[in-house]
């Protein structure tokens, strides 16, 4: 048994002791709880924050995805973070300068190593391939993570805003 400090219907503080103002309650009673005088509840939660608390959880998900490795059409698994997908971008833009100025072909990286372990030879037009598709399956997250968040904004419920499947449907 403890005893609570109830405004408004909503217990504020909880003690073990009585004191004025205070209302003996179930010991399982915490601050926030709801209270009208007879029975105890626990707070409905409000849609509104069911929805924002879900839109992050979307976008941890769509994180975590996103930065687990990108499979590219060659067979290999590309880093895919910001450091990988920055690496890409860099080796693009050295090899079209090394090209401008040595001639078209010349430029070839000799063991790029991929998130899987292999090291693989790239030449400028495979290195645009790997980071076009990799832009590509990036911006295909943010697609999937705008989907499951418009489902969740549409909900008309707390409920139905948690009954959002948030793992489903990603780019694999």
């Not at 109830?6 to 209302?23: L, R, T």
Request: glycine share 10%.
């Amino acid at each position: 048994m403890v005893y609570a400090l109830v405004v408004q219907g909503v217990v504020v503080q909880v003690q073990d002791k009585a004191a004025v103002g205070f209302v003996e309650a179930p010991g399982d009673v915490i601050p926030g709880y709801l209270y009208d005088g007879q029975a105890w509840s626990l707070p409905v939660p409000d849609l509104a924050e069911v929805q924002q608390s879900r839109r992050t959880q979307v976008a941890t998900v769509r994180w975590q995805r996103q930065v687990a490795g990108y499979q590219h059409s060659d067979g290999h698994t590309y880093h895919s973070d910001v450091e990988g997908r920055a690496s890409v971008s860099q080796a693009v833009q050295w090899g079209q300068v090394y090209e401008s100025i040595n001639g078209p072909g010349t430029f070839a990286i000799a063991a790029w190593k991929t998130q899987d372990g292999a090291f693989v030879g790239q030449d400028l037009n495979s290195l645009i391939a790997i980071g076009t598709g990799l832009a590509a399956w990036i911006d295909a997250h943010f697609d999937r993570e705008q989907a499951i968040c418009a489902a969740i904004d549409a909900a008309g419920s707390p409920a139905e805003a948690e009954a959002v499947d948030i793992t489903a449907g990603w780019p694999s």
